[in-house]
């Protein structure tokens, strides 16, 4: 089965905003910690399109994943 990757859920309102809080779900046989090692993203970096696909792009390179989904979330203080 080929990799699923997609930005789709990426708001364009994201892009420029620091990164508030990441959070792994779906993922049974990965620590969170070696995805987040992996993707290299960080609470406190500045969102960017070209940020994110590295990091989906170094995920995909692990071979670990069949489907990878990176999506932002407004959180309710900003």
Known sequence: M???????GVGADAIGEPIA???VS?????RKD??????ELEVGQIIS?????FALQ???DTDLFT????Q????ENG
């Open 2 to 8: 080929p990799l699923q990757a997609s930005l789709i």
């Open 21 to 23: 809080e990441i959070r």
């Open 26 to 30: 779906g993922n049974d046989r990965t």
């Open 34 to 39: 070696y995805i987040l090692l992996e993707s």
């Open 49 to 53: 399109l070209q940020r994110l696909k």
């Open 58 to 60: 170094e995920l995909r």
């Open 67 to 70: 489907n990878i989904h990176m």
């Open 72 to 75: 932002t979330e407004r959180l």
